[in-house]
């Protein structure tokens, strides 16, 4: 029998009876060392520019609609390569064998054909606030799953990396994740979390965490 669970409702509980999951310390990463990356001359005024104003404004006391605005849609389009593309508010659904994930993912960087989503390669999840606020990690880890099938799907690759983020206000929290035995009776969910990085003071970093994960792929076929 086949269990359909929310991206925002599920729980760490359900994650850990539907995979193997393993989840690594907050830490540096080979992925997260990207200062040989360069920032050209056409992409830097444009950084800047998101910066300058993040500086007017007080982050924390915005709402997120403001800040996704503001803050974190414009970096994921500076992001942009060739097919690769910035999304907002992306429906993605994945059917493993004994479970079923549905959902909305409030940001994705992935392959574009005929104005459409045809891969995703970064998922993010926008942290709500107040009480209807859920743990954006668990969130973040369904949709980590549903994109990495629908990868799957597309080259039938027996382990899929997938990178995710979850936004809290300005701050950004980076995911590398590994999807294995998708087909299996209860696929493994290997998990890499990267430190806290704050856009106001480290946006350049931010955005080279960016290129760095749209150069994976920008020369895929």
Known sequence: MT???TFSNITLADLKRLVKLHEENLGDYE?????SLLVTETERPFLQGITSHLFQIPTHLLNEATIWSRAIYPLLMLAEQGPIQAWAQIPLQAQYVHFELEGIAD???GKSVGGRLE???LVMVETKKGVEGQNPVFQLYAQLLAAAH???EADSHS???IFGCYTIADIWTFVRAEVEGIDAELPTLRIELSREYMEKTEAETIFKILKYIVSKHVATP
């Open 150 to 152: 629908l990868n799957w």
């Open 3 to 5: 269990t359909k669970f």
């Open 107 to 109: 940001g994705v960087l």
């Open 119 to 121: 891969l995703p390669y």
């Open 159 to 161: 382990l899929q990396e």
């Open 31 to 35: 992925w997260t060392q990207v200062n």
